[in-house]
């Protein structure tokens, strides 16, 4: 991970637009994959202006939000005369007011400089006002006298400068020294005191700038103090700031100019230019026909469009784009909207498309030249093309990355599917078949197997070996003869045998009649997972990787490859695009060869995993021989979706291995009063899609039922413990480990799988539950947003659970597009709500005319929901009215979603596999005794990885006072809340991903469990 260099940015993303198009299939979250343009971040120099080139050629420009009612659209020109290049405003009329003070006891007029020329405002002659905005001057002093260079005079001195801030409108005390830093951005700038409640700034020099800590959202639109000189230029007279933000600098290469406008818009105090960012319709189609299929984008255009299925710009495959002359006429199209940067969302195909349009392009703007389209100048300016690739597929089936966009999505309308036939089947004992998508790939069959423990399955990755049929039925009839009413086979339509003949869904049924005679249906899935509403994670997922694939064009070079924005673990990574695709083909080229275990290998460490899991659960028969091992697993806290997944899949792996496994009723107060079941195969059957918590659970920890815990444990000499809950269960296996010293007994082997809607447990990235109560979170504020959407200037105050963490909260906001969202982790004041309200009225100015805001349950001690209700109600009397919904225990019910079944599943088998291999090690004489840090562990995803964390090392890593880790890494995604809900925010802090390499990455995982 590497911080943002904006220099790097602003030099590279100056004049060049971005274009997005998806391409292929349509995929669900693919509306939000769009890029999400960044929000403005600091950034320490002003810019050359662009020389004006022949055509269509457009200047810089940027829309200036200089007062809060008024949005000026500003471009940049050189004067061809005088020496102030000015800021020229579209539609301006001399005497027109162009920035007007809050108070609006100033204003600052157009002024016509010369006849026949277009009005511009140099600020000659204008003492700055009293009652402009403290961030809007700040930036333009250290624009004007500290962009390098462009401090001197020509042939004159470097000028110190003296620069004078009122701290009352920045917040009172010392909050406006706290924010300026040198460019080290770690030392703070030298200051001296006045007397009189302001601060002398000394000592900056030209080519020297400063640095903002965070944004100034309240301090831009405050009234400031006068910033003056002390310093005088060559020629010996005076200057306001008004007067160096325009003036005329240069230097022996060209004319270097400074204006107000520029230096707003390159200090990010004011967003990107709407024409900046464009959205090409019907995908390379629309590419190659140009004109109305490409239109430009802003924020209101893809404003409320989260929460839709497939993509509203339009996809089309294109045999045009698949010719020189369709290429030719693409690239006429991108140069003619000053389009050098793309992001193309879709499958291998549509990005293998964009790689060799980019490897062209040079000779493609050459041909351009012959053919007097564009001039040379023009090609000199676009001569080279950026691409980032976004991939969006159902499928899953692009190598490098471990979900593809949609694919989530698709996994809901699946197992919503699954649910419904399983009661069905259920009732009259049928079996059924079900076919779903993967042409060429079986990660979404392979899935929705694990997720619902069908019975038997076929993918093209794994034909099935010779004499499958008796296997199959083999296979079925032992499912039926331990009490179960149904069976489920699951079969990707591109599934194959051995030699490669079609295995179809009617086949396998009427296989399955001929043979056994059961009751037998087929469903056949279709377009139905292409469709419905995205998953909170598809959502989630397509905005960090848009976001990502922003930053990735806008940092990209000539010798940068083209990319593709991938997911690893829970990390955004950057690809080589050619790498990942020439992976891809060599999964087909092994499974053509039939090299099917190479092939799933190459589709990376998640399928392959997936694949040993189902085979372990479905395939392995159950072990005759016993071993002397006895384990026990409870659940402990507060229900969360996906336990019983986990419960099912350790009971039926530890019965695999040959143990004995009992299950323990209501947590550790079932453990004490002996509430103490031995349980087989079939007792767990019909688990995985059910919500809530099978064995009863309950807050209480062992502390206070210690003795009688010991006493049965020893009892049924449980060897180790297995405890799949939240905070609690973490805190309670701690407790257990801690009284090791007093009782031998607790010297066993224990983990902890973290099950919680809050995801607040120590040791990993995701808990259990999670992604469950996140996508009812979701659903119920789709809901109110409609209600608001429909009702008009409505803002609603939603209340989520999670205790301390803000975890629920802030994910949710993100998914639903929230307008902001109070978390303890973020500490907020009186001022930070202020400026909310004053965001959300501006808001209702617009076409959005609705209104979300979240709030965690214990996020502030004083401001509650009803405190933030009425504080809304109150400031938005008039322009908006407001309402509160508490969603309450609703996050903590449903049937788990396919993330947390497939997670839960995952965790139970590798949490028992590491359970005995630590019970052989510490096994001696007949009996085991485990005493070390590590013999006690909290299992979970840590980054790219799943990781196994002692507890004693996890406790100074613990706020036990607020029942949280003390670093959470999901904390980095507010940046993107805060820039998706149009707040003026830093990108200085944003950390992008790194450009790694698929094979490097595929040689350093670990092909184990």
């Known amino acids: 991970m590497a911080t943002v260099d904006l220099e790097k940015l602003r030099m590279s993303g100056a004049g060049k637009a971005i274009g997005v198009l998806t391409s292929g299939g349509d995929a669900q979250g693919g509306r939000r994959g769009a890029p999400a343009t960044p929000g403005p971040g600091p950034c320490p120099r002003a810019g050359r202006l662009p020389s004006p080139g022949p055509g269509p050629r457009r200047m810089r420009s940027v829309a200036a939000y200089v007062q809060r009612d008024m949005h000026l659209r500003a471009s940049l020109r050189p004067r061809p005369s005088g020496s102030?290049?000015?800021?020229?405003?579209?539609?301006?009329?001399?005497?027109?007011?162009?920035?007007?003070?809050?108070?609006?006891?100033?204003?600052?007029?157009?002024?016509?400089?010369?006849?026949?020329?277009?009005?511009?405002?140099?600020?000659?002659?204008?003492?700055?006002?009293?009652?402009?905005?403290?961030?809007?001057?700040?930036?333009?002093?250290?624009?004007?006298?500290?962009?390098?260079?462009?401090?001197?005079?020509?042939?004159?001195?470097d000028l110190p400068l003296f620069l004078r801030l009122g701290l009352a409108e920045l917040g009172g005390e010392n909050r406006g020294l706290s924010l300026l830093r040198w460019p080290d951005r770690r030392s703070p700038v030298p200051v001296a005191w006045d007397g009189q409640g302001g601060t002398f700034i000394a000592g900056l020099q030209p080519g020297c700038p400063l640095f903002l800590d965070e944004p100034w959202d309240a301090g831009c639109w405050a009234a400031a103090a006068a910033c003056t000189s002390t310093a005088a230029l060559s020629r010996g007279s005076s200057l306001s700031m008004a007067q160096w933000a325009g003036q005329r600098l240069g230097e022996e290469g060209g004319l270097e100019v400074v204006s107000v406008c520029d230096v707003l818009s390159l200090w990010g105090l004011i967003q990107w230019d709407p024409s900046d960012l464009s959205t090409l319709a019907k995908g390379y189609e629309g590419l190659v026909e140009g004109g109305e299929n490409i239109n430009q984008a802003n924020w209101l255009s893809v404003s409320n469009i989260i929460q839709l299925g497939g993509t509203v710009i339009g996809s089309a495959r294109c045999a045009a784009f698949t010719t020189r002359e369709g290429r030719l006429a693409a690239a006429?199209?991108?140069?003619?909207?000053?389009?050098?940067?793309?992001?193309?969302?879709?499958?291998d195909g549509s990005l293998t498309g964009a790689n060799i349009f980019r490897s062209e392009w040079g000779s493609l703007l050459a041909e351009l030249v012959k053919e007097g389209k564009i001039s040379e100048s023009t090609a000199q300016t676009y001569s080279h093309l950026n691409i980032a690739g976004l991939v969006g597929s159902i499928d899953n089936d692009f190598c490098g990355t471990d979900m593809t966009i949609g694919t989530d999505s698709a996994l809901h309308r699946i197992m919503e599917v699954i649910d419904a036939i399983t009661t069905t089947a259920q009732s009259h004992q049928r079996t059924f078949v079900l076919e779903v998508m993967g042409r060429h790939c079986g990660y979404l069959a392979l899935v929705s197997a694990l997720a619902s423990g069908a019975d038997w399955l076929f993918i093209p990755e794994a034909p099935p070996e010779d004499g499958w049929e008796n296997f199959m039925c083999e296979r079925l009839g032992e499912t039926r003869s331990r009490g179960s009413r149904l069976n489920i086979i699951i079969i990707a339509e591109g599934a194959v045998d051995r030699n490669g003949k079609p295995i179809t869904s009617s086949y396998v049924k009427d296989l399955v009649v001929q043979r056994l005679g059961y009751d037998t249906r087929v469903t056949v899935l279709g377009h139905v997972q292409r469709g419905g509403t995205p998953s909170a994670f598809d959502r989630v997922l397509s905005s960090k990787m848009g976001m990502e694939a922003v930053m990735a064009l806008l940092e990209a070079t000539p010798d940068t490859p083209a990319c593709v924005v991938s997911l690893s673990g829970n990390q955004s990574v950057r690809l080589p695009l050619m790498e990942c695709v020439q992976m891809t083909k060599l999964v087909q080229k092994a499974m053509d060869e039939k090299r099917f275990d190479e092939a799933i290998q190459l589709r990376g460490r998640s399928f392959e995993n997936n694949w040993k899991i189902y085979k372990l659960l479905s395939h392995q028969k159950i072990s005759k021989e016993k071993t002397n091992f006895c384990l026990a697993i409870l659940n402990v806290g507060a229900p969360a979706a996906g336990m019983n997944a986990a419960v099912r899949s350790a009971v039926r792996s530890g019965i695999s291995q040959g143990h004995t496994v009992y299950v323990v009723h209501d947590g550790f107060e079932g453990l004490a009063k002996g509430q103490v079941q031995e349980v087989g195969w079939h007792h767990v059957a019909g688990w995985l899609g059910r919500g809530g918590s099978m064995l009863g659970t309950k807050r209480t920890l062992p502390k206070s039922y210690m003795e009688k815990i010991v006493e049965n444990i020893r009892t049924?000499?449980?060897?180790?413990?297995?405890?799949?809950?939240?905070?609690?269960?973490?805190?309670?296996?701690?407790?257990?480990?801690?009284a090791r010293g007093h009782y031998e007994e607790l010297c066993?082997?224990?983990?902890?799988?973290?099950?919680?809607?809050?995801?607040?447990?120590?040791?990993?990235?995701?808990?259990?539950?999670?992604?469950t109560a996140v996508n009812a979170a979701m659903e119920s504020c789709d809901r109110i947003k409609q209600s608001a959407s429909g009702t008009k200037r409505r803002v609603f105050i939603v209340e989520t659970m999670g205790g301390y963490c803000g975890y629920l909260a802030t994910v949710t906001g993100i998914a639903v597009g929230a307008d902001a969202a109070y978390v303890f982790e973020d500490p907020f004041n009186i001022h930070d709500l202020k400026v909310n309200v004053e965001h959300m009225t501006e808001k209702m100015k617009t076409e959005i005319q609705r209104g979300l805001v979240l709030r965690n349950e214990k996020c502030h001690e004083h401001y509650t929901t009803d405190f933030l209700y009425n504080l809304y109600s109150s400031e938005g009397k008039g322009v908006f009215d407001c309402r509160t919904n508490v969603l309450g225990h609703l996050q903590q019910g449903g049937a788990p979603t396919p993330f947390d079944r497939n997670y839960g599943t995952k965790l139970g088998v590798k949490a028992l596999l590491w359970m005995s291999e630590k019970l052989r090690a510490v096994y001696r004489n007949g009996r085991v005794f485990a005493n070390t840090t590590d013999s006690a562990c909290v299992i979970g995803l840590k980054k790219k990885a799943v990781a196994f964390s002692p507890v004693t090392e996890l406790k100074k890593d613990t706020d036990f006072e607020h029942r949280m880790p003390r670093e959470q890494w999901w904390l980095n995604l507010r940046l993107m809340l805060k820039m998706l809900a149009h707040y003026r925010i830093s990108m200085a802090d944003y950390v992008s991903g790194e450009l790694e390499h698929v094979t490097r990455r595929t040689l350093s995982i670990d092909k184990g469990f």
């Open 748 to 771: 066993i082997v224990m983990c902890v799988i973290p099950a919680t809607i809050s995801n607040n447990v120590p040791g990993t990235d995701f808990s259990l539950g999670s992604d």
């Open 332 to 347: 006429y199209n991108l140069v003619q909207r000053g389009i050098a940067n793309l992001c193309v969302i879709g499958g």
């Open 716 to 738: 049924y000499n449980i060897q180790a413990l297995l405890v799949v809950g939240g905070f609690e269960a973490y805190e309670g296996v701690l407790q257990l480990v801690e």
């Open 84 to 157: 102030f290049p000015g800021c020229h405003v579209a539609g301006a009329s001399c005497g027109a007011p162009l920035l007007r003070s809050r108070a609006e006891r100033t204003q600052i007029t157009c002024r016509c400089r010369e006849p026949g020329l277009s009005w511009f405002w140099d600020g000659a002659g204008t003492d700055l006002p009293h009652h402009w905005p403290t961030a809007f001057a700040l930036p333009c002093l250290l624009g004007g006298v500290c962009g390098g260079n462009r401090g001197r005079a020509r042939g004159g001195p």
